[in-house]
Nanobody, 115 residues
Framework: QVQLVESGGGLVQAGGSPRLSCAASGTIFSINDMGWYRQAPGKQREWVATITEASSPNYADAVKGRFTISRDNAKNTVYLQMNSLNPEDAAVYYC?????????WGQGTQVTVSS
C-alpha cells in the first residue's frame, strides 16, 4: 500500500510564493510519474503539472512560467513551487504518484489566496 501526504498549503497573499510538498510512503520500489492536480469549488479537478522519474516536467498552460515541479527520489517526495499566485490559483491541491503502474492520490491541501 502507498500513502501520499501533501503539506504546505494555507492562506497566501496574491503574488505570494508558497511551496507544496507531497511525501510518499509504504511499499515503494520506485515511483514513476508524480504530479499535481487542483480542484476549485464548483469546478472539476484539473491537471497542474507532472514530472517523470527522470525529472522531466510538464505544465498546464495556466501555470507555465509561474509554477515549478521538482522531486527528490531519495525521499519519495514531489514539490510544487508556486510563484506569482493569483486568486484563480485558489483550490485544493492534490498530488498523485504512479507506483507499479497504479495511481495513488493524496488527501489534498487547501491553498487560499487573499487579494
Amino acid at each position: 500500500q502507498v500513502q501520499l501526504v501533501e503539506s504546505g498549503g494555507g492562506l497566501v497573499q496574491a503574488g505570494g510564493s508558497p511551496r507544496l510538498s507531497c511525501a510518499a510512503s509504504g511499499t515503494i520500489f520506485s515511483i514513476n510519474d508524480m504530479g499535481w492536480y487542483r480542484q476549485a469549488p464548483g469546478k472539476q479537478r484539473e491537471w497542474v503539472a507532472t514530472i517523470t522519474e527522470a525529472s522531466s516536467p510538464n505544465y498546464a498552460d495556466a501555470v507555465k512560467g509561474r509554477f515549478t515541479i521538482s522531486r527528490d527520489n531519495a525521499k519519495n517526495t514531489v514539490y510544487l513551487q508556486m510563484n506569482s499566485l493569483n486568486p484563480e490559483d485558489a483550490a485544493v491541491y492534490y498530488c498523485r504518484g504512479v507506483v507499479a503502474f497504479r495511481g495513488y492520490w493524496g488527501q489534498g491541501t487547501q491553498v487560499t489566496v487573499s487579494s
